[in-house]
């Protein structure tokens, strides 16, 4: 093979690697964006965490600081933890093959040079909202220990 089909054959074969590896998928792009603080609160969290008889600064080791403390007729403390969260993920891809063939040669005295290109590309794109609410409501006796607690957890 000559040296100026071997230069074809070569960033031929490079521009396809590279269209190749620009492709991702909606699912690519979501693990790439997505949040990674693995501190946040979970119903998996209060499920395994929270029991009942643990102390106030037990609770807050664990789940961090309320939203919102009431009290009751008899001064109990009630704990509120109301968590929501927005999760918007995008995703576009765009592939195409470019080539770009280049040839020249010497004619007499002058330069004859030549070029062809075609081109074809195609791209895609997806949206997702999700929205999620936690509410987490803690109730401690007059000895400031659990004595109850519920959580509900909504998806949209």
């Not at 269209?19 to 693990?31: F, I, K, L």
């Not at 063939?101 to 949206?127: F, V």
Request: hydrophobic letters at 40%; aromatic letters at 8%.
């Amino acid at each position: 093979m000559g040296w100026s089909k071997r230069c074809r054959a070569l960033f031929f074969l490079a521009g396809l690697a590279l269209m190749m590896a620009g492709c991702m998928t909606a699912q690519d792009h979501q693990a790439a964006v997505a949040n990674a603080d693995k501190n946040k609160l979970t119903v998996g969290t209060v499920q395994r965490e929270i029991r009942v008889g643990m102390s106030g600064d037990e609770v807050v080791t664990v789940l961090g600081s309320p939203n919102i403390v009431t009290t009751d007729e008899k001064r109990q403390e009630s704990w509120v933890y109301d968590r929501f969260s927005t999760d918007t993920v995008y995703s576009t891809s765009s592939g195409g093959v470019n080539a770009l063939i280049l040839g020249g040669g010497l004619i007499g005295s002058g330069l004859l040079g030549g070029a062809a290109g075609a081109g074809m590309s195609q791209s895609a794109g997806a949206r997702s909202t999700t929205q999620r609410t936690l509410t987490v409501v803690i109730k401690f006796d007059a000895n400031r220990r659990v004595r109850d607690f519920a959580y509900r957890q909504s998806s949209f």
